[in-house]
């Protein structure tokens, strides 16, 4: 078994707690803040009612390798926390919590990642070199893409 890998980020948005997790309990915008490398797609049929014991499932490519990924969504706390956690997929973990917590007008969101790859040594080597590398790039990515989703204040 390789070794479990822990990543956490936080990000201010600039809407209520409520509207910030509206945008991220749609499942659909997933497409749209994830990297276009990656060829994400939701597959779950629209639409998907959002709920503890939800899944989903997905396509993407990684590193030009097709991959089949299905979640459950295993909390479900509006507006202040979910988890999605996978079933199957390129993980042998995946357990993803995502905190939101009012700040003013704004959210901070938190986001926090355990994850583990399987192939013993081979896989914590693999985690080491490309896996944690990859998995920072795509959540870099999310942070700026989600900034796009916010809709412009009304003059």
Known sequence: MSAEEVLEGT???????????ELFCDAFNLERITPPWLSFRVVTP?????????????RLRLH????????????????????DEQIS?????WHHTHEFESDGDATVVRDRVRYRIGFGPLGAAALRLFVRRDVERIF????????ALIPAPST
């Not at 629209?46 to 499932?57: D, N, S, V, W």
Request: aromatic share 12%; glycine share 6%.
């Open 11 to 21: 990000q201010r948005i600039q809407l209520s707690v409520e509207r910030t997790f």
């Open 46 to 58: 629209r639409p998907i009612e959002m709920r503890e014991g939800t899944l989903l499932e997905y």
């Open 64 to 83: 030009g390798v097709p991959v089949r990924w299905k979640t459950r969504i295993s909390v479900w706390d509006p507006p202040h926390r979910f988890v």
């Open 89 to 93: 997929g390129p993980y042998a973990l």
């Open 140 to 147: 870099d990515y999310r942070r700026e893409a989600m900034l």
